[in-house]
Structures are given as C-alpha cells and as structure tokens.
T-cell receptor, first 112, second 116 residues
C-alpha cells in the first residue's frame, strides 16, 4: 500500500505568487489533515477535512489560506499572495475514522 | 489552547543506553501518540495509547498513558545508532460528539543523538 503522497516535495515561490500543495491520502482513508512545521519546532495543526467537507479549520489563517478535499482527486492546500513568513514544511496526514494519523513526507515551501 | 511540554529538549547518549522522554499537558487528552521524524521526512507513528494507565510496547520502545490523562512517557531500551532522530509526542481529544477528534497537538520534540 502506498503511503500518504505529497507533491511537490520542494516548492519555491516569489512573494505575491500562489502556492498549491497536494496530498493524496492512503487508500481507504477518508480523513485528511494539514500541519505546518517551522525549523526546530513541532507540527502545528491547520485544518481537518473529510471528503468535500471542512471539519475544523481553527489552525488555518483566515486570509490567503484555503483547503479542499474534493470528491475526486487529492486534497489541496492553497496559499495566495505568499509572504516570507509562509516559508515552512507543510505536512499532510490521513486516517480512517478513529484511527491514528499517518503522515506524508511534506512539502518544503521557500519564499524568495 | 492546549499545549504540550516535552522534555528533555535533546539527549546525547552512548549506544546501548536506555532513553526516557516525557510529555505533560495542562489539559486532558483521550489519545496519546508518539512519532519519530528523520531529517527531510514526515513523522512516523511509533506507538498509540488509548486508555489511561495503558502501557504498550513496540520492540525496544515502551510508552505509557498517564493515569491523569495529562501525561505520557516513552522509553527506548538498548539504543542503537538508527534511533537517532526527533521524537514527538502528540495528544488527541474527543470532540463534543464523543468520537475521536482529528486534531493532534504536538510537543516541541526531543532530539536524540546516539554515539556508537
């Protein structure tokens, strides 16, 4: 079974551009979560989605950030008009209901 | 919001030694999990704990869910060089409906270095 797949692994954007991060959950997992990690820190929760629904977005900034998990296709974390402070590693995790989350290897976002 | 305090922040040990790290919280969690993260990779699940007082082993790893539900520890016995990495605790709470809630709250991590 393939694990949680994230792409791209590395993404470089200039200030003001848009960043799109993709996550394909493990087969059979209907729950997707996004986390952000700054260097030498733990992961910080951003958003929790099920198919076509946002369950909890309490950790996601109100502006410029959005997430979706459509009926078909991967989950997308979208950051509009990126700023230097958006530079971080973004991790996606997936799980079946009531089971532990398994993580992908992340997307390292660098803002020039 | 909920916060986890993980200690120690870093450890330098000799191969073969035992290691212990712990997490404490100001609030109750219903599930405790321990993950290991290697450079450039995502966290990998080591142990999941679901009941207060539960003691669970996975090879040389042993973890316990504290009775108060506000703490957990992870022990690694007879460390080997491949144990090097960052270890994170994470807590998960039930939502109002009583089902397992998705959000994980992570500790700050323990950086483990093992000298051969």
């Amino acid at each position: 079974n393939a694990g949680v797949m994230q792409n791209p692994r590395h993404l470089v954007r200039r200030r003001g551009q848009e960043a799109r991060l993709r996550c394909s959950p493990m087969k059979g997992h209907s729950h997707v979560y996004w986390y952000r990690q700054l260097p030498e820190e733990g992961l910080k929760f951003m958003v929790y989605l099920q198919k076509e629904n946002i369950i909890d977005e309490s950790g996601m900034p109100k502006e410029r950030f959005s997430a979706e998990f459509p009926k078909e296709g991967p989950s997308i974390l979208r950051i509009q008009q990126v700023v230097r402070g958006d530079s971080a590693a973004y991790f996606c995790a997936s799980s079946p209901i009531g089971k532990p989350q398994h993580f992908g290897d992340g997307t390292r976002l660098s803002i020039l | 919001g909920q916060q986890l305090n993980q200690s120690p922040q870093s450890m330098f040990i000799q191969e073969g030694e035992d290691v212990s790290m712990n997490c404490t919280s100001s609030s109750i969690f219903n599930t405790w999990l321990w993950y290991k993260q290697d450079p450039g990779e995502g966290p990998v699940l080591l142990i999941a704990l679901y009941k207060a007082g539960e003691l669970t082993s996975n090879g040389r790893l042993t973890a316990q869910f504290g009775i108060t539900r506000k703490d957990s520890f992870l022990n690694i016995s007879a460390s080997i060089p491949s144990d090097v990495g960052i270890y994170f605790c994470a807590g998960q709470s039930f939502n109002a409906g009583g089902t397992s809630y998705g959000k994980l709250t992570f500790g700050q991590g323990t950086i483990l270095t093992v000298h051969p």
